[in-house]
């Protein structure tokens, strides 16, 4: 599968940003490229059909796993429209490819439209 997108540095520990884009009448973004980068923040579109965020993640960009805390618990993140959402680098560092979904594994969320989410990365 293509990636959606690679990140371009601008120095150490500055952040930048990258999007993903959830298609209309789907859950799942496409992939984006981490290498060298650490997932920091995340700002949601104005126009989101209501749902919370789960991930997926990759090595290889080939074989996804749903992403899971040390816990065994899904990791959740608790999204809503025009929302920024701060979240801990060290939860990222280990992830290569990411993919964002609307809802959970077990109940995904299809978007109403086309949501394109802005990814706030910073160089590792």
Do not use: H
């Amino acid at each position: 599968m293509p990636i959606n997108n690679t990140i371009t540095p601008t120095g150490r520990g500055i952040p930048t940003t990258t999007t993903v884009t959830i298609d209309n009448g789907a859950s799942l973004s496409g992939a984006v490229n981490l290498s060298g980068f650490t997932l920091i923040g995340i700002d949601m579109p104005a126009s989101w059909t209501a749902a919370n965020l789960t991930l997926q993640a990759s090595i290889d960009n080939s074989t996804w796993d749903n992403v899971f805390d040390s816990l065994g618990t899904e990791v959740t993140i608790t999204a809503a429209a025009s929302r920024f959402i701060l979240l801990n680098p060290a939860d990222f560092v280990s992830v290569r490819y990411l993919k964002v979904r609307s809802g959970t594994s077990g109940t995904p969320v299809n978007q109403g439209g086309a949501r394109t989410i802005t990814l706030i990365v910073r160089a590792i």
